[in-house]
């Protein structure tokens, strides 16, 4: 394919330079941001819908046992996060400077590595899976039915690696309709099929709290098969053709730069993972009640850090490729721009969560005693997510030019040395409660570090493309 084809639906390098060059920015945002927050979403629905489904009709044992394994699976994930911001920054970058060849290096080199990591990461869990659990203190009645699960959602770790990562290149290239799309496969699947599998529905055996992490391999697999099939149809740059696969080996040059950007990245990833880790050995003190109630709370901050998360990768992507245009002087209106976006749309999403508290932790619990506790947690927590918001969008842009040190030193500061031991000091005098609190006061601290770096030093510095 070559750097002028075009074909339906697909990015087209006839657009000069991509979005972040030319129009208004706020149009640019709102394009990346409704495919790409009905995206997170989605995948994010996937494991709602199983958690409504476990908790529902299996109880608050069920519920927790997942929840119980959820800061292990992130931290296993985590590395390769930053594996897929580090590519996204790559191919954001050559999309902008209109080189697909460039884009067919990285994504070869990118997927090599993370399909090697998913198959070593997956043995490794497998293994201590139920050492792991049992050193976070997982209770007793639950621990059974939580090590059952672990060992399922880790044999399909290989085939998530590669999905998220390739979720995460074709967004570098303003792509954000495939993997809406492509979620929405995945959530349909499990859908379907979870209930099936709690049940034993249509003369499926019943297999309780393991159903959702069988749908989950299941549509995984479905959901890549697909993808390769509209790719491939599409002729699109990230599709697995013949060049792609030739490019499937490891070049020392392009993997350090992947790893430049992206493994300070996933060691922030995985500093927060293992946050969640000590924040669940603090709460799993305080009983399964408690221990549902986090993961009931979990749930409903995915969604509202979603628009969050989603203006730090526009932010991100946007940057990238109006570097790669040699559009630097669109960066500071990029990062304002994405300011504005989380006051209005972060700020507003947060104002119904308050409203709607009450039914969305129902979802979850039917429990009154716990549903009460969830409720203040969520109270606590819910209005930072704006902080978190703004911080993340900072960090977005200065990582978008490579630099990656500083703001994510900021980062993991604000989780390690502020938000885990207030988490613990605060426990020890407030109860639970004292857990969330920490949350809002790392979030403050890391913005307003993040903020005085990128207005006192990283403006300074000269801007250039990295490939």
Request: glycine share 10%; charged share 10%.
């Amino acid at each position: 394919m070559d750097g002028t084809e075009q074909t339906e639906g697909a990015p087209s390098f006839q657009k000069e330079g991509g979005p972040a060059v030319e129009g208004p920015l706020w149009r640019a945002y709102l394009r990346f941001l409704g495919p790409m927050v009905l995206a997170n979403i989605l995948q994010a629905a996937s494991g709602t819908i199983n958690n409504i489904f476990l908790g529902q009709m299996l109880g608050v044992k069920a519920l927790a046992a997942v929840a119980g394994f959820f800061p292990i699976q992130f931290f296993f994930i985590a590395f390769i996060i930053g594996l897929g911001a580090g590519a996204s920054v790559l191919v954001g970058q050559a999309w902008g400077a209109r080189e697909p060849e460039r884009i067919k290096a990285v994504a070869g080199s990118a997927g090599t590595v993370t399909f090697l990591a998913g198959l070593i990461v997956a043995v490794f869990g497998i293994v201590f899976a139920r050492q792991l659990l049992m050193w976070l203190g997982t209770p007793a009645d639950i621990l059974g039915d939580a090590i059952d699960y672990a060992h399922i959602v880790l044999i399909a770790l290989p085939a998530l690696f590669v999905f998220l990562l390739w979720t995460s290149m074709l967004r570098g290239v303003g792509d954000t309709v495939t993997p809406l799309i492509a979620l929405g496969v995945a959530t349909g699947v499990g859908l379907v099929l979870t209930p099936l599998l709690i049940k034993g529905w249509l003369g499926l055996p019943p297999m309780g709290v393991r159903s959702g992490a069988i749908a989950n391999i299941v549509s995984t697999l479905v959901t890549l098969s697909w993808l390769a099939w509209r790719l491939r149809r599409r002729h699109h740059p990230l599709a697995p053709d013949g060049e792609l696969l030739a490019h499937l080996k490891i070049d020392p040059g392009l993997l350090k730069l992947i790893l430049r950007i992206g493994l300070p990245g996933g060691v922030q990833m995985i500093v927060v993972s293992l946050s969640e880790v000590a924040v669940l050995f603090l709460v799993n003190r305080f009983g399964s009640a408690a221990t549902a109630a986090y993961g009931a709370v979990n749930q409903v901050m995915s969604y509202v850090q979603f628009p969050a998360i989603s203006i730090s990768i526009t932010a991100s992507i946007l940057a990238a490729q109006a570097i790669g245009a040699g559009r630097t002087e669109r960066l500071g209106p990029i990062t304002r721009t994405g300011y504005l976006m989380n006051l209005c749309l972060t700020g507003s999403l947060i104002t119904i969560a308050y409203l709607l508290s009450r039914p969305l932790i129902g979802l979850f619990i039917k429990s009154p005693e716990v549903t009460e506790m969830a409720l203040t947690l969520l109270h606590i927590i819910l209005w930072s997510t704006i902080i978190f918001g703004l911080a993340g969008v900072t960090a977005a842009v200065m990582r978008a030019s490579g630099e990656v040190m500083v703001p994510t030193g900021i980062s993991i500061f604000s989780i390690a040395a502020i938000q885990v031991p207030l988490s613990w000091w605060l426990s020890l005098r407030m109860g639970i409660n004292g857990v969330w609190v920490a949350y809002p006061i790392a979030f403050t601290a890391m913005f307003v570090m993040q903020a005085a770096y990128y207005r006192l030093v990283w403006m300074r510095k000269e801007i250039k493309r990295l490939i």
